[in-house]
């Protein structure tokens, strides 16, 4: 299996829908993050998990919610999205929060209608 | 504030040709310094990071850049360029991965 897997890997849904995104690391790492990448805009960090605690969150709309249940696992729950919501979801996770290398998942392509 | 600017949205290079990537940012302390790469596709990998010691540095594929404090730039170089190199390159800045700042990115294209 791959380093970092993130499924769905493509997502149509409406404004009023309820979807989850997963990812799951099989790295041993102790860091997951969610990170957004929108076309002509650079990577923009979501959210920071580190040993299952929320670290970081960056003023990211109530719309978006994530979950962490365990070191191997992360959600990033969507409700009531906007159009220009749409973007590449990109989940990564590291070893350690400062030093390690970001090991990136191949994205969730999230399109909302 | 901490910012990356890579002011290359797109550059074409032949195969075979050297290649260097321009990436200028601005930190207020002793930065910590990474290329990314991206492949249609993909997630993104790292290419080499710098943190500190020898200005130099190596990565992987064959990629090397150079750390220089009196410019404030972290350039990405390789002296011949493959075909399969083509992809979008990501510059970041930060000290700690949790205040990782990107650079909007550099799409690379290699002609025949």
């Known amino acids: 299996e791959t380093g970092v897997t993130q499924t769905p890997r493509h997502l149509v849904m409406g404004m009023t829908n309820k979807k989850s995104l997963k990812c799951e690391q099989h790295?041993?790492?102790?860091?997951m993050y969610w990170y957004k990448q929108s076309a002509k805009k650079p990577l923009e960090l979501m959210f920071v998990?580190?040993?299952?605690?929320?670290?970081e969150n960056n003023s990211v709309p109530s719309r978006f919610s994530p979950e962490c249940p365990n070191s191997s696992h992360l959600f990033l729950h969507l409700h009531t999205l906007q159009p220009e919501d749409s973007a590449l979801y990109l989940c990564a996770s590291s070893q350690g929060q400062n030093t390690g290398e970001l090991f990136f998942g191949e994205g969730s392509r999230l399109t909302v209608l | 504030a901490q910012s990356v600017t890579q002011p290359d949205i797109h550059i074409t290079v032949s195969e075979g040709a050297s290649l260097e990537l321009r990436c200028n940012y601005s930190y207020g302390a002793t930065p910590y310094l990474f290329w990314y790469v991206q492949s249609p596709g993909q997630g993104l990998q790292l290419l080499l990071k710098?943190?500190?010691?020898?200005?130099l540095v190596q990565g992987i594929k064959g990629f090397e850049a150079e750390f220089k404090r009196s410019q404030s730039s972290f350039n990405l170089r390789k002296p011949s360029v493959h075909w399969s190199d083509a992809a979008e390159y990501f510059c970041a800045v930060g000290a700690g991965y949790s205040t990782l700042t990107f650079g909007k990115g550099t799409m690379l294209l290699v002609s025949p």
């Open positions: 790295l041993g790492h102790n860091a």
């Open positions: 710098y943190f500190s010691g020898d200005t």
């Open positions: 998990y580190s040993l299952e605690e929320r670290v």
